[in-house]
């Protein structure tokens, strides 16, 4: 089975930056997309970005368009998530998720949550002063 090993996260200031990655035990293969969702105390899971790995393509919630990056390293199975302008309302439980899912090399990747079947333990990411 394929497990997914999130590092980073923790406490950071309204206005900073962080960086979670995301490290799979398989390879990822081009024609899937891997990405990330959270969850805030007292709210659904939602999606925040993901990718496709084969093409590089990214999505993105309107919530962090334009402070979060995803990308990835092949060579090394892992997904990045680099968060800045951080804000209180970004607090949560951020998982790591991929998709069996195929999907075509020119596609958007997937944001809907029933096509990730895998995903991580979830790392904490507070936005605090």
């Known amino acids: 089975q394929v497990q997914l090993v999130e590092s980073g996260g923790g406490l950071v200031q309204p206005g900073g930056s962080l960086s979670v990655s995301c490290t799979v035990s398989?390879?990822?293969?081009?024609?899937?997309?891997m990405g990330w969702f959270r969850q805030a105390p007292g709210k659904e899971r939602e999606f925040v970005a993901a990718?496709?790995?084969?093409?590089?393509?990214?999505a993105y919630s309107d919530s962090v368009k334009g402070r979060f990056t995803i990308s990835r390293d092949s060579g090394k199975n892992t997904a990045y998530l680099q968060m800045s302008s951080l804000e209180p309302e970004d607090t949560a439980v951020y998982y790591c998720?991929?998709?069996?899912?195929?999907?075509?090399?020119?596609?958007?990747?997937?944001?809907?949550?029933?096509?990730?079947?895998?995903w991580g333990q979830g790392t904490q990411v507070t936005v605090s002063s």
């Open positions: 998720v991929t998709s069996s899912a195929p999907l075509r090399y020119s596609a958007t990747p997937y944001e809907e949550r029933e096509k990730y079947d895998g």
């Open positions: 398989e390879r990822v293969f081009s024609g899937y997309a």
């Open positions: 990718l496709n790995w084969g093409s590089g393509r990214e």
